[in-house]
């Protein structure tokens, strides 16, 4: 038997359009029994909203997100909207006992960030946050293989995460388009935006980080607001790099930039073990590269003269989500991270086991954000609880 969940999606820029695509795909491939219905869609402009619902075949729209987290037709609101919009959408769905499903970072500020944890589970609603990565089915093979014990005790973890969009000094910042180069919309910089999902992965994989000591810079200091054509000050942190320290004793470096230029969404990280180590590269998004020192369950260490990095081409039916798209060898992309996510999401309230990260996890993720600016700004080391 299925069931319909009326869906009321926030904001139809790019991840509206991820979404929407998630939600139409999602029952096709995978079988699930809660299946998404496009029930409206909202964002300010009346004009782009009403185009967008037609194009994407949303029932309905809205103008004004209060109304449509008050409709009853409504289950699940997806919050797709710029960061400081978060929060006051989150706690008035919650409050009106919705479904959330929200983007990434989970808020502006921990502050923000605990009290909308608090408001899902007060309200008992289910909730997860968009960080796609972890269904790369690359990513998550990573994540079994750490888990199965294959790289044993970690030492080192290592992300990068650039692009190079924002080098011109005549970009502007600001109003409806470039909002990522504004700290009072964004909250901040390259932290919230791409270190964010870093973080996330690295806690996924690696476990809880406890301590941080960062640098970040600001290389254009000064440009126009989009919107008024002012020169103001910049209020992001353009890059960012910091040394963490794990609760398993190994030791991480974090490093992005939006100034690393030929990058345009570089995302790798590397784990080493003591038995192995595991490497991804967004730019190859199908391998995973596993270097087996010891295999686990025969117990043999490898050290010969066939010893080297493997290259997993992560198409086969054994692997994560694969068996659900097309045969194997045949690739899938970005978009599909979305929809694996969503298909998560969908089986959690089946099972009743929660798809993750939840907005208690994400929580975590805030905190190391938080922590990572504050030390930048301090210039010392910051303990995370
Ligand atoms: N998981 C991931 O990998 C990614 C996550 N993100 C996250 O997704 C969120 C959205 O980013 P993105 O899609 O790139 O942003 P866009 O700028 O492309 O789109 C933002 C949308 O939000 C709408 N919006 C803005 N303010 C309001 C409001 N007050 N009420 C209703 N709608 C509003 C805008 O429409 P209008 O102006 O007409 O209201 C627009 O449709 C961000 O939090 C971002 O960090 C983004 C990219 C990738
Ligand atoms: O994954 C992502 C890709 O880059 C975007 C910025 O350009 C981010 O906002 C986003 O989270």
Known sequence: MTKPLNIGLIGYGFMGRTHSNAYRQVSKFFDLEYQPVLKACCARNEEKIKEFAENWGWESYETDWRKLIARDDIDAI???????????????????GKMILCEKPLAMDVAQAEAMTAAVEKAGVANMVWYNYRRVPAITLAHQLVKEGRIGRPFHYRATYLQDWTIAEDVPQGGATLWRLDAAVAGSGVTGDL????IDTAIWLNGPITSVSAATETFVKERMHQDTGEMQPVSIDDACMFLARFENGSMGT??????????????????NGEDGSVFFDLEDPQILQFFEYANPTTGKKV??????????????????YMDRWWVPGCTIGYEHTFTNALS???KGL?????????????????????AVLESARERIWIDIN
């Open 78 to 96: 997806d919050i797709g909207s710029p960061n400081n919009t978060h929060y006051e959408m989150a706690l008035a769905a919650a409050e009106a």
């Open 344 to 346: 998560d999401f969908l």
């Open 254 to 271: 974090f490093e992005s930039s939006r100034y690393a230029r030929g990058r345009k969404n570089y995302n790798t990280f590397e784990m």
């Open 350 to 370: 089946e099972t009743g086991e929660p798809a993750q990260p939840t907005f208690r996890d994400a929580l975590q993720t805030q905190k190391v954000c938080d």
């Open 303 to 320: 050290e010969d003269h066939l010893t080297g990095w493997r290259r997993i081409h992560v198409t086969n039916f054994e692997h994560p």
């Open 195 to 198: 270190l964010a999902h870093s």
